[in-house]
C-alpha cells in the first residue's frame, strides 16, 4: 500500500480583500464629491439672491405685486441680470439715482422703482403720462422724461418700455378700439418721445404692449385699476 501524502491546505489569496476595500473606497470618494458640489455657491446665483433681498427689506423699493413672478418677459426675449456686465453694485447705484430724481420731482406716488432679476423698473403711473384712454403724452409728463432721459444717457444698457392697462373694456369706435392696442400705443409714444426728445438711440429701444395680462393688482376696486394703467420702463440689465 502506498504511502498516504497529506494534503497541504490551500493558502487564502492575500488580494481579495483588495477588491471590497477599492469598491468602499471609490464610494466614499463619490459621496464626498457630491457633497462638496452641494456645498460649493454659484455667484451669479449668490449676487442675484442679493440683489432680490435688497429689494424686499427696502434699500430699493420693492413694491407689491401678486403676479410678481410673471413680470419676467421683455419684449421677444427673456433678460437675465446673471449674463449682464453689470455688476449688482452697479445696478443699485442707478436705482437710487433714479430714486433720487423722482424725489426731487415730487412723483414719489405716481412713479415707483423696482429691482428685479432682468434688471430696473422705472414703472409710471398713467396719471403723469396720459389722459383717460389717451395715447398721446401729456404735457405734464414731457419735464419729467426729459429729466430722466437724462439719467438713461448716462449708461448704454437696453430699454423697455411696456404698456399695461386695466380689465375696463374701452367699448369705442375709432383706430384705438381694445386695450392691446392703447397699451403698445402708450408705450411707443413712451419710447418715441425718449429717442426724439431725449436723445437716446433708437437701436437701445424697444416697446411692448400687454393691455390687461400683467396687472399689479387685482382690477376689483377703482383704485387698484389705476395701478394697473402704467407704463412700465424697464432698463435691462443685458447688452442692448
Request: charged share 25%; proline share 4%.
Amino acid at each position: 500500500m502506498g504511502r498516504f501524502r497529506r494534503k497541504k491546505p490551500e493558502e487564502p489569496r492575500s488580494g481579495n480583500w483588495l477588491t471590497t476595500y477599492g469598491d468602499m473606497v471609490t464610494l466614499i470618494l463619490t459621496f464626498f464629491v457630491l457633497l462638496y458640489s452641494f456645498s460649493t455657491i454659484d455667484i451669479m446665483k449668490f449676487e442675484k439672491l442679493l440683489l432680490s433681498f435688497r429689494g424686499a427689506v427696502g434699500l430699493i423699493d420693492g413694491g407689491k405685486s401678486y403676479q410678481q413672478e410673471k413680470r419676467t418677459f421683455s419684449g421677444s426675449k427673456l433678460q437675465d441680470a446673471g449674463d449682464s456686465k453689470r455688476s449688482t453694485k452697479d445696478l443699485l447705484k442707478v436705482a437710487q439715482s433714479l430714486q433720487a430724481l423722482i424725489r426731487e420731482k415730487g412723483l414719489e406716488n405716481e412713479v415707483q422703482v423696482f429691482v428685479e432679476q432682468r434688471g430696473i423698473v422705472v414703472s409710471i403711473s398713467e396719471s403723469i403720462l396720459f389722459g383717460s384712454g389717451q395715447y398721446e403724452l401729456s404735457a405734464k409728463a414731457k419735464p419729467f422724461l426729459l429729466a430722466l432721459s437724462e439719467v438713461l444717457k448716462t449708461f448704454p444698457d437696453g430699454l423697455s418700455a411696456e404698456g399695461h392697462t386695466d380689465d375696463q373694456p374701452l367699448n369705442r369706435e375709432g383706430f384705438v378700439r381694445d386695450n392691446w392696442a392703447l397699451s403698445a400705443l402708450r408705450a411707443s409714444r413712451l419710447i418715441f418721445f425718449l429717442e426724439t426728445s431725449g436723445g437716446i438711440s433708437p437701436r437701445r429701444l424697444q416697446a411692448v404692449g400687454f393691455g390687461s395680462t400683467r396687472p399689479l393688482m387685482p382690477n376689483d376696486t377703482p383704485e387698484h385699476r389705476q395701478m394697473n394703467r402704467r407704463v412700465d420702463l424697464v432698463i435691462l440689465s443685458g447688452e442692448p
